[in-house]
């Protein structure tokens, strides 16, 4: 039962275009949303989170989209830059429930083509 | 501040044997997630310690199990290995379910299984 899912596995662009990842939950109870970048040898860092209060956050080159609605959020990166390379996951937790649990997204990996 | 570490980052054990991580949080955090991360099935919660006690556990058998020690370092066991166990293991540590939820992922532990 995947309740976050990532339908991209992987997304190539060309350096300064946009790159938008998709994300699709189904848990209604979900009400804060990551996103996590992750290079290989290293744990995911994190990049940005939006709470479902919202339908948008702005950090610098990073926007993350949400649509409450079709349970489904994208994150836009303008302009890419080929240290942008990486997978990236998104992620959800439900903020009320006991504990720090988040479901991840299978992962987009992204390239940066300069 | 020293990130979150985990060793061994590396390990080679047969099918039937029992293998032990640990993770040290960034100092001052006291909770600890495992996740383990495989081609075929993404991210995956494990289980959450805070304060020496299990918070929060994901869907995995009894053959995973963990702890955490009082200075917050935290260790997983995993008995009678079989080859599925192979993976990558993270930690992730964090002060509490703050705001923002952010989570601080250690390298992670690769995990063979012969």
């Known amino acids: 039962d995947q309740q976050v899912k990532q339908n991209s596995p992987s997304l190539s662009v060309q350096e300064g275009r946009i790159s938008i990842l998709n994300c699709d939950y189904t848990?209604?109870?979900?009400?804060?949303f990551l996103w996590y970048k992750k290079y290989p040898a290293e744990g995911p860092t994190f990049l940005i989170s939006?709470?479902?209060?919202?339908d948008k956050n702005e950090d610098g080159r990073f926007t993350v989209f949400l649509n409450k609605s079709a349970k489904h959020l994208s994150l836009h990166i303008v302009p890419s830059q080929p240290g942008d390379s990486a997978v990236y996951f998104c992620?959800?937790?439900?903020?009320?429930?006991?504990?720090?649990?988040?479901?991840f997204g299978g992962g987009t990996r992204v390239l940066v083509k300069p | 501040k020293a990130g979150v570490t985990q060793t061994p980052r590396y390990l080679i054990k047969t099918r039937g044997q029992q293998v032990t991580l640990s993770c040290s949080p960034i100092?001052?955090?006291?909770?600890v997630s495992w996740y383990q991360q495989t081609p075929g099935q993404g991210l995956q919660f494990l289980f959450e310690?805070?304060?020496?006690?299990?918070?929060n556990k994901g869907n995995f058998p009894g053959r995973f199990s963990g702890r955490q020690f009082s200075n917050s370092r935290s260790e997983m066991n995993v008995s009678t290995l079989e080859l599925g166990d192979s993976a990558l293991y993270l930690c992730?540590?964090?002060?509490?379910?703050?705001?923002?939820?952010?989570?601080?992922f250690g390298p992670g532990t690769r995990l063979t299984v012969l």
């Open positions: 992730a540590s964090s002060f509490d379910r703050g705001a923002y939820n952010e989570q601080f």
């Open positions: 848990n209604s109870m979900f009400d804060y």
């Open positions: 939006i709470s479902s209060i919202k």
């Open positions: 992620a959800a937790t439900d903020l009320m429930a006991a504990g720090n649990k988040l479901t």
């Open positions: 100092s001052g955090h006291r909770s």
């Open positions: 310690y805070f304060s020496e006690t299990q918070r």
